[in-house]
């Protein structure tokens, strides 16, 4: 049974059911939490808009510039991607751009696309660690082996199948600590993921370095934004790529495009062909 919202009225009733603080819309008017939208447009960019949705107030110019660097390096990884690839077959099966972007979308679930909220979720665990009194190396150590042995043996957010050095890694963990010289963000995640890297360098004999989706995750938790965020943002910025090559792909005129090329077959692993027997 629905709760009562203490009045007869069914309009009411149907207020409160969809209830929300982030917008307000009557006729003529369309504010976002509290913001008139013609103050809004021309004045903030579009991650301050995300931030100010998510968040319910605006960033400062610093705060928005972060979320901006780690938007930008995430919008595509090329058409090896599963989410990328997946728009670009959905567009030549004739669906509109709208339909090859939600298909794409829903590729990214813990395997492709989960890294970061992962990542973040791990420097967390690590922090929250710390907090009962480990210092930082020991917390690493007792919340990466927890990891493997319930998750297995790959830490989200480092090493990378393609890049022996994530090139966009290095540059988003720059601007973090330009940002903690600034005041910006306290640097806690990022001492957290540092931990991870030195400790995975010191039992492996090599380093395996953070990847994108670790730089994310601390530019993400560095800014205060929960695990799934991490992952709802990084669905934001790659639906840029997803669109991009969907558009392209909309121009090559090739119908039904499969995972391979038509040249390319795949390998039969079932029975041999039978003689046919009276049950055919």
Partial sequence: MAMSTGNDDPRSEAAHYWRTSICDISPGRISFRGYPVQDLIGSVSFPAMIWLMLRGELPTVHQASLLEAALVASVDHGPQAPSIAVSRMAVSCGLPLNGAMASAINMLDDVHGGAGQQALELYL???????????????????????????????????????????????????????????????????????????????????????IDGATAVIYGELGFPPPLARGIFCLSRAVGILAHAWEQSSRGERNKGPMPRSFSFLYEGQHPKESDDRL
């Fill in 125 to 211: 665990e690590i922090l929250a660690c710390v907090e009962t009194g480990e210092t930082l190396d020991a917390a690493t150590a007792i919340i990466i082996d927890q990891w493997t042995a319930s998750h297995g043996k790959y830490l989200p957010g480092f090493g990378h199948r393609f890049h022996p050095v994530d090139p966009r890694a290095g540059r988003l963990i720059d601007l973090v600590e330009d940002m903690v010289g600034k005041g910006v963000v306290t640097g806690r995640i990022a001492a957290a993921a540092r931990a991870v890297e030195a400790l995975m360098a010191a039992r492996k004999g090599k380093l395996i370095p953070m990847n």
